[in-house]
Antibody
């Protein structure tokens, strides 16, 4: 059974870096899927952050591209998210998820982690 | 970015009813439209993808349809466990974008 589990600090200070990991069990992240991050700010809709595949290719939301890095750690079968220079607007529940490839592009999310709340506050 | 607009934003219905949720894209997304169900405090769950393909393990009471800019999710014979928030997602282009959600409540 494939499972994804987010981990990381629940509180980050403004201007600092938000760092989250997603541990994947039951499936190799070197397989032919994209591995991505989505966030859900309170009272707002879902926002796609970006994704990465085993070749190292990444896609990012242009609205966050300058502050976001998504990377794979194949030795630990996990992937990570870093968001620099955070503000209160980055407060959200962050989900990691597996994104299916169709026509060489990331498409639908078939597996999700349970999500983790990250608050940005001093 | 492609804007996704869902309607209605909320809906109440009785157990046993059928309901339809609409998702409109600001430009064509071909068939690359997925629907998700999210319950409070839980991760979204994939219901349908490629506009009309039912995800494995999902009840056949859920049916997706559409192409291009207009899509629908129909839920037949509503069950208590179906009352949740539903989101559409386009994956035709980067960045992928989601609709704002439709909250389905029990009447």
């Amino acid at each position: 059974q494939v499972q994804l589990q987010e981990s990381g600090p629940g509180l980050v200070k403004p201007s600092e870096t938000l760092s989250l990991n997603c541990d994947v069990s039951g499936h190799s992240i070197s397989s032919n899927f994209f591995w991505g991050w989505i966030r859900h700010p309170p009272g707002k809709g879902l926002e796609w952050i970006g994704c990465v595949i085993h070749s190292g290719k990444t896609y990012y939301n242009p609205s966050l591209r300058s502050r976001v890095t998504i990377s794979l750690d194949t030795s630990n079968n996990e992937f990570s998210l870093k968001v620099t220079s955070v503000t209160a607007a980055d407060t959200a529940v962050y989900f990691c998820a597996r994104q299916v490839i169709v026509g060489e592009l990331p498409r639908h999310f078939d597996l999700w982690g349970r999500g983790t709340l990250v608050s940005v506050s001093s | 970015d492609i804007q996704m607009t869902q309607s209605p934003s909320s809906r109440s219905a009785f157990v046993g009813d059928s309901v339809t949720i609409t998702c409109r894209a600001s430009q064509s997304v071909s068939i690359y439209l997925s629907w998700y169900q999210q319950k409070e405090g839980q991760a979204p769950k994939l219901l349908t993808y490629s506009a009309s393909t039912l995800q494995s393990g999902v009840s056949s009471r859920f049916r997706g349809s559409g192409y291009g800019t207009e899509f629908t999710l129909t839920i037949n014979n509503l069950q208590p466990e179906d009352f949740a928030t539903y989101y559409c997602q386009q994956s035709y282009s980067i960045p992928n974008t989601f609709g704002q959600g439709t909250k389905l409540e029990i009447k």
